[in-house]
T-cell receptor
Framework: AQSVSQHNHHVILSEAASLELGCNYSYGGTVNLFWYVQYPGQHLQLLLKYFSGDPLVKGIKGFEAEFIKSKFSFNLRKPSVQWSDTAEYFCAVRFGDMRFGAGTRLTVKP | EAGVAQSPRYKIIEKRQSVAFWCNPI?????LYWYQQILGQGPKLLIQFQNNGVVDDSQLPKDRFSAERLKGVDSTLKIQPAKLEDSAVYLCASSLGGAGILDYNEQFFGPGTRLTVL
């Protein structure tokens, strides 16, 4: 069955640290890949997406993600996090319908 | 541009009662989604509409959940009767249109309705 896995439930970083959040999926066919973010008290919003082309995708607020097809992965990265990046991050994969991972809560200490 | 509107924002009911949620998508968006997000989990798709037709309701518990989008705009999701395990946030999202695996349109999410079943 198709599934989406996020490896970390809660990540705590200090400001200026680098971030990498893991996302893996199980499905051998064509997929669309997304990262969503939910800031405290706000709606889910799209950070970035991948449909085809360059596997390194740049999104808003300095985030990027790399699609590695052979590893069924779509990890999210940011070279230097800020306190304002504190939020919950969801990886999502569209196999046909949209499947979300369980989310990773990121806490950035000032 | 106005976002996706949902009401109510919070609802507390007792088990076996009925409840309904309302969603008004972004103007011009043909596709509307209802998701259920249980605490500690990611959103799970319940139903997807394209205009007023159902595209996918494979994960909707049809013995107690129903949804409609009669005029292809607003939508309501109903639970009757509610169970304790229905406690969750119910999210509505909309997109410009297109269904299926190669839908290139971004989904915009509403604030959600937090349901507590006692």
């Amino acid at each position: 069955a198709q599934s989406v896995s996020q490896h970390n439930h809660h990540v705590i970083l200090s400001e200026a640290a680098s971030l990498e959040l893991g996302c893996n999926y199980s499905y051998g066919g064509t997929v669309n890949l997304f990262w969503y973010v939910q800031y405290p008290g706000q709606h889910l919003q799209l950070l970035l997406k991948y449909f085809s082309g360059d596997p390194l995708v740049k999104g808003i607020k300095g985030f990027e993600a790399e699609f590695i097809k052979s590893k069924f992965s779509f990890n999210l990265r940011k070279p230097s996090v800020q306190w304002s990046d504190t939020a919950e991050y969801f990886c999502a994969v569209r196999f046909g319908d949209m499947r979300f991972g369980a989310g990773t809560r990121l806490t950035v200490k000032p | 541009e106005a976002g996706v509107a949902q009401s109510p924002r919070y609802k507390i009911i007792e088990k076996r009662q009925s409840v309904a949620f309302w969603c008004n998508p972004i103007s011009g968006h043909a596709t509307l989604y209802w998701y259920q997000q249980i605490l500690g989990q990611g959103p799970k798709l319940l139903i997807q509409f394209q205009n007023n037709g159902v595209v996918d309701d494979s994960q909707l518990p049809k013995d107690r959940f129903s949804a409609e989008r009669l005029k292809g705009v607003d939508s309501t999701l109903k639970i009757q009767p509610a169970k304790l395990e229905d406690s969750a946030v119910y999210l509505c999202a909309s997109s410009l249109g297109g269904a299926g695996i190669l839908d290139y349109n971004e989904q915009f999410f509403g604030p959600g309705t937090r349901l507590t079943v006692l």
